[in-house]
């Protein structure tokens, strides 16, 4: 039997870090505010002209083959989950397929925003357990601070977001005790305008204009506290199920790590649980939300911290635009 694991992880962030402090300078808004409701810190923004979605992604990645023991050129196909790609088309993956000397492989943007990496990581799953592919690269990587307009009109959103990139390594093994046991993929369409990004898009004949730009629609929208009260919902949710899926519970976990959209949330969750507060993990106070990158950033940094240990249960879940949710059960 097939089955897949992750042998390599790896991220990188930009080097401007913008502070609490920083943001008070640009919009009414306080540190106090930003660190009781969100947990967050501080982020990094991109240098334009020197970080780009693929370059970022490329970076994390290159991290993520290396610690794998691998080379580009032993990549089979590139997932990469963004909804900041660097170009409207072609997708971010083929331009990751440059950045490195890989093979003239397959490459799949995948677009499912906060949950995007867990859906790229059950794509690889699916890719190796069916024989089709033994080495896949995932990435998720964000520049959103180019979307945030850092002014009070904007400021529940521009508060949250930051710019980061998470790579990970998955391949084939035939050991049972150490692989991907299951991944749960949702999502719910009709909540799509609650957490969106209209313009510009495909629908109307000018993609962008004047009137546009003035109505705000060229800004992220976020209804704040309805997307923050689905989240610990189907946070909660999407775990069980994959508990459920592999006869396992909630004290069976060594690991929760959630997409870091706000402290409150992945405590909320926490605590709805009854897990110990070490065995969630939070970077969100250094990065703020970087999407898809949020889940593989972390994994990096507990692999650094060499709190992955093998055999460990370790629980990816996230929640976001679309909306979309999933969940993925490691035995590590
Ligand atoms: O990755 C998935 C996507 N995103 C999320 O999961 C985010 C989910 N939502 C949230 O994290 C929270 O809803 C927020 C952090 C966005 C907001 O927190 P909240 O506790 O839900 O606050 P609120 O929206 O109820 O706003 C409370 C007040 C409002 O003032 P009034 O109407 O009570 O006078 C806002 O105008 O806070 C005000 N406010 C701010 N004040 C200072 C909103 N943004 C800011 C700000 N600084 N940046």
Known sequence: ???????????????????????????????????????????????????????????????????????????????????????????????????????????????AQCSGFIYGVSIADQFIKSGMYKRILVVGAEIQSNILELSTRNRDFAVLFGDGAGAVVIEKTDNPDRRILSTHLHSEGKYAEDLILEHPGSRLKDRMSTKI?????????????????????????VI??????????????????????????????????????????????????????????CLSELWEQNRLKEGDLVCLAAFGSGFTWASALIRW
């Open 1 to 111: 039997m097939n089955f897949s694991r992750i042998t390599g992880v790896g991220f990188y962030v930009p080097e401007t870090v913008v502070t609490n402090h920083d943001l008070e300078k640009l919009m009414d808004t306080s540190d106090a505010w930003i660190t009781e409701r969100s947990g967050i810190k501080e982020r990094r923004f991109f240098t334009e002209g020197k970080d780009t979605v693929s370059n970022m992604g490329a970076r994390a990645a290159q991290m993520a083959i290396e610690r794998a023991g691998l080379t580009p050129q032993d990549i089979d196909f590139i997932i990469f989950a963004t909804l900041s790609p660097d170009y409207n088309f072609p997708g971010s993956g083929v331009l990751l397929q440059r950045e490195l000397p890989f093979r003239e492989i397959g490459a799949l943007d995948v677009r």
């Open 213 to 237: 730009v003035e109505e705000g629609r060229h800004l992220p929208f976020m209804k704040g506290s309805a997307v923050f009260k689905h989240a610990v919902t189907r946070f909660s949710e």
């Open 240 to 297: 069980d199920e994959a508990l459920q899926a592999n006869n396992l519970q909630t004290t069976d976990i060594d690991m929760l790590v959630p997409h870091q959209a706000n402290l409150r949330i992945s405590e909320a969750v926490r605590q709805k649980m009854g897990l110990p507060e070490d065995k969630v993990y939070n970077n969100i106070q250094k990065y703020g939300n970087t999407t898809a990158a949020t889940i593989p950033i």
